[in-house]
DNA sequence: GGTTGAATTGAACGCGCGTTCAGATAACCT
DNA sequence: AGGTTATCTGAACGCGCGTTCAATTCAACC
């Protein structure tokens, strides 16, 4: 059987990548078979072959491009540095929350990566990590911030707004806007403004 | 061959442990086999089987142990709140530091645990959570600290301070002291005390 | 020095893995 | 209607997996 109903390439392409997303986050990488993917798409295992190179190639092109819309999708507004730093805190979680398996996959599943892959990948975070470096290395020369160390401080924000995916559930106590709020709440006061 | 110096199981037992911490954190669980930890101890895989169930359990045991020392090794001091405080994140960091893989598959490999051993584990480290939420609630009723949700900070805490192990590497730009300071000052200020 | 038993080997079990590819099928083009 | 081509099947490849177990080895004990 082939060709079933209009053009399937468009159609079973995306499906692929989403269902390695989801089997991905749930199982882990090394876990889920090319088999389970094939499955899920309702295909068999074979033809995963005509929309991927390979499985490594499955993993690697899901958090590249997550990565790389992560860059696209924020860039510092042109305003004072708590501006800049409340605008990268709400666009992160807002972010994060939309694409928890992403998330998941992008900082679990590194290890996972070939050495090639992962020196893009690492790339990519560091890009992201820089622009929040820059924020607060711009409010630290205005004297508008106060934190230990710019590099430092990074790491410690970026981890504490990742970690909303691993306890944020819809409809919960919480609404998003009240964990934006929260959290921004936080970061604020954590580096001294 | 077989008993070729003293008593081996007091040998092998732990070198079983250790290799399966060192390629798990390394590889993750799902990657690694039976085989290649028994290659890493010096010894074939059917050994292995002489001082764990199964791969699952060995798995388990690391994790179960690790969160036990953790909740064993740290009990909130009798001082107001910001003392309390801060000799939790100084604990924290310090314990995370010393044991950097354990924590890796700690966080990481909850997903390979079978539902009955995640139960236990997220007991466990709920019960931690839970610490350092009675931290803050009683910093909070005393009016010293201020932070939007009690819940959230301790989620948004922890994960703060636990990234410190993603990123701080011994004989880097800063030492531990130095770590140590710098999270304790942004805790401190994000709490608003 | 013979016996015991803890510690380990090494082979075997059935199974599923990632990947390849010749062949089948069905939608499209002329 | 017939040919073309994109899409997919299904079988096959060699390999390593977790786990079991009879047989073996050798330090310790009597």
């Known amino acids: 059987m082939a060709r079933k109903q209009g053009s399937h390439a468009d159609i079973t392409g995306p499906k692929v990548r989403q269902a390695a997303l989801r089997l991905f986050a749930r199982h882990g990488f090394a876990a889920v078979s090319m088999r389970q993917i094939a499955a899920e798409v309702g295909v068999q295992a074979g033809a995963l072959y005509l929309y991927t190179a390979d499985k490594q190639t499955l993993l690697f092109e899901l958090m590249r491009d997550h990565l790389e819309e992560l860059l696209e999708d924020w860039q510092a507004p042109d305003a004072d ?3 800049q730093l409340e605008s990268f805190v709400r666009h992160h979680i807002r972010f994060h929350l939309d694409r928890p398996e992403l998330v998941f996959i992008a900082y ?11 020196a893009i990948i690492e790339g990519l975070r560091r890009d ?9 290395k711009a409010g630290q020369a205005s004297g508008r ?3 230990p160390d710019t590099k430092l401080a990074t790491m410690a924000l970026i981890a504490m707004l990742t970690g ?6 819809e409809g919960g106590r919480l609404d998003r806007a009240a964990v934006e709020a929260a959290y921004w709440d936080m970061v604020r006061k954590a580096v001294g403004t």
């Open 81 to 83: 540095p708590v501006d």
């Open 108 to 118: 679990m599943e590194l290890r996972n990566l070939t050495p090639g892959n992962f």
């Open 128 to 136: 992201y990590e820089d622009r929040l470096e820059a924020v607060l």
């Open 145 to 147: 911030f106060a934190v």
């Open 164 to 169: 909303v995916t691993t306890w944020y559930r």
